[in-house]
């Protein structure tokens, strides 16, 4: 079977059908999780106000997974995925208040936020402690990746799929720039590419990120992940702080911008002034995977053989276990664990 599109997505999915024993060629058009996984902050965010309520249980399940899916990633690769469990400090505006304590029990901070995290300037808006976890994305994406080919998952690197082929109304495989392969089952984890193909344009599109990494000369100087309305920091055990981010509607442009890379940095210095001393690391951005509902597309398509995993939107990074499960239950004929018909391709008549 072929699964298109080497991100963290279809990497993990690769492992979950090979351990099914279906053998798996994953076609990526760039370099494997070089585009909205590598991009990725990381925030394991299961309960936020951001999340659809139709996603809510996914989501949910999907972060009580995380441990094992790394323990397993990491056993087979070697790689660590530095999985942080220091919590999130969330500062919401009032009104947003009772609503997100709707959503998430516990919510007390453990400490006073001066104790938790020291270097956190005054922030007149009420704090919230989440038991959330954070990953890094790319050392995630890595050990995907090397647990996949040794595992003996296919990869073709640098050839992008032009279209799922279809013969006597059922899938036989894809067409590429430069070849084509065939196959009896296709799956679209293509991210903001997944509409691009005549068989079934699903309303996918590019949703840009903007975010920028800064490292400063005391280790540890952000301990917490903090979301904050204007800005969010996500700390890496190796020192880096993560900065972002944005939400643009610039189609396929993955160009940073000067000025919105400033803006980010000093709503971080704003609420930690510490960072004004931070050394800038890179700057980048990214393209998100978004659908008109803001809810993944998950399921069979209604040509036999073609099923899709795509349109996670900012949610990728963190429901990369539950789509492996799910899906690979769905392809190979399992009832999902999960009910995944509210997130099915056929809701835009495709």
Not at 277 to 303: F, H, K, M
Not at 313 to 340: E, K, S
Request: charged share 20%.
């Amino acid at each position: 079977m072929i699964v298109v599109g080497g991100g963290i997505i279809g990497l993990s999915l690769s492992v979950a059908l090979h351990k099914r024993g279906l053998r798996v060629l994953v076609v990526e058009r760039g370099e494997p999780g070089r585009e909205a996984s590598d991009a990725a902050a990381g925030m394991l965010a299961d309960c936020t106000l951001e999340t659809p309520a139709a996603l809510q249980t996914l989501a949910t399940a999907s972060a009580r997974m995380y441990p094992e899916f790394v323990h397993e990633l990491q056993d087979e690769s070697g790689i660590n995925v530095d999985l942080r469990d220091n919590g999130t400090l969330l500062f919401l505006s009032p009104e947003h208040v009772s609503k997100h304590l709707a959503l998430c029990a516990e919510n007390v901070l453990p400490a006073p936020l001066a104790e938790l995290e020291p270097g956190l300037a005054e922030i007149k808006i009420p704090g919230i402690y989440l038991r959330e976890r954070s990953v890094d994305p790319r050392a995630l994406v890595a050990a995907a990746l090397k647990a996949a080919k040794h595992r003996g998952v296919d990869i073709s690197s640098g050839t992008a799929v032009t279209d799922v082929l279809v013969s006597d109304g059922r899938v036989t495989g894809v067409s590429t720039d430069r070849t084509h392969y065939s196959a009896a089952c296709v799956v679209n984890c293509a991210g903001a590419w997944a509409g691009s193909f005549s068989t079934h344009r699903f309303p996918a599109r590019p949703v840009k990120g903007q975010m920028l990494a800064v490292a400063c000369a005391r280790h540890n100087v952000v301990r917490h992940v903090i979301r904050a309305p204007e800005v969010y920091l996500v700390p890496r055990s190796d020192g880096r702080i993560l900065i972002g981010s944005t939400l643009e509607e610039a189609g396929f442009d993955k160009r940073t911008t000067a000025d919105t890379i400033h803006r980010l940095h000093q709503a971080a210095i704003q609420i930690f002034p510490e960072l004004k001393q931070g050394r800038v690391l890179e700057a980048w951005a990214g393209l998100r995977p978004g659908t008109p509902d803001d809810l993944p597309i998950l399921g069979a398509t209604n040509t036999p053989g073609y099923f899709v995993a795509a349109g996670h939107f900012r949610d990728g990074i963190l429901l990369t276990p539950v789509t492996a499960q799910v899906m690979a239950q769905a392809i190979t004929g399992a009832q999902p664990d999960y009910d995944i018909s509210p997130f099915s391709p056929l809701r835009f008549q495709c």
